[in-house]
């Protein structure tokens, strides 16, 4: 709900809550996305947990973390 998805995105086996914005670019892979959270273009994240109202900065590139 009320969330936004830029264009050039993989999103594959994601949970993504409301208010979430995505932008251009990003790739999403088996991750929980709660709300409120911000992924600038570019980021890679595999296997990830982002806590709420995190900001995501551009070009972040992780692999089985939480992000808080």
Not at 31 to 57: K, R, Y
């Amino acid at each position: 709900k009320n969330s936004k998805i830029g264009s050039k995105c993989k999103i594959n086996n994601c949970m993504i809550m409301d208010n979430v914005t995505i932008a251009n670019g990003v790739t999403l892979q088996n991750s929980i996305i709660s709300d409120g959270v911000t992924i600038e273009d570019g980021c890679n994240l595999n296997d990830c947990q982002v806590a709420p109202a995190v900001l995501v900065a551009a070009k972040t590139k992780v692999n089985g973390e939480t992000l808080c």
